[in-house]
């Protein structure tokens, strides 16, 4: 069996462990690299396990603490090529790290991981869904202004699904962001809202993916309550109880002990 552990997410940054007891990949390294360490050992997994990382794009909260991890456990690092330059470009990967582009499926022991692009104002964001041998699955899928036929498509075909439910609408509108921001959030290339989130979150679990996280919410935009009833109330409304039909649960913003067996 394998597990998805959610080590970070959010706006101070975002870090998942998938994987299997022997080895696994995290998705973005955006905390710092003792941080890291210590959440991996909180949730007991062995950072010897993490086989390589691979970045969703290049913003400093999915990528803070690639240099000096990547570098310490001589980690290959994944990202599509776009982010990849971008990466090098501002000297956030050691110049002997071993590079590798994504462009659709890359094998890693015995998991492959799948790329799908998402709409997000970066070089050329994407998200990332891990398959383990078993055939069971797992996708994050975070940053995105608007959901994409490409990651319904990867979302339906997962038995796990972090989907970004970032910020309550009218939170943002009334909240302290200029207006500049504001507008950058609510576009098709910013960030996906609790409502947004919570009408794909109706499909896939018709659909049959039961298990579900929301990621990457706003600390001033929204809370984790909001974010949960908002998805919850969504779900009700189209017959669907919550934690009987499916699961639905928050990923950590700080360090603590969750994991999804997948």
Known sequence: ???AVPLFSGSKGNC??????????LIDAGRSCKQIEQALELNSVDIKNVKAVFITHEHIDHCSALRVLAKKYKLDVYASKGTMD????????????????????APVGDMLISRINTPHDAAESC??????????????????GVMTDGIREAAANSDFVVLESNHDIEMLKTGPYPYTLKR????????LSNEACASELTELVKGGTLRLMLGHLSEQNNTPGIALRTAAAELERAGLKYNSDYTLDVAPGGMTVKSVIF
Do not use: F, Q, W
């Open 16 to 25: 998942y462990y998938i994987g299997s007891g022997n080895e696994g990949v």
């Open 127 to 144: 998200c990332y869904r891990v398959t383990a041998h078993d055939g069971k699955s797992a996708l994050i899928a975070t940053d995105m």
């Open 184 to 191: 950058r959030i609510l576009s098709d290339k910013g960030h």
């Open 86 to 105: 971008a990466l090098i470009n501002s000297g956030k990967v050691e110049p002997n790290t071993v590079l590798r582009i994504i462009e659709k499926d």
């Open 1 to 3: 069996m394998a597990k």
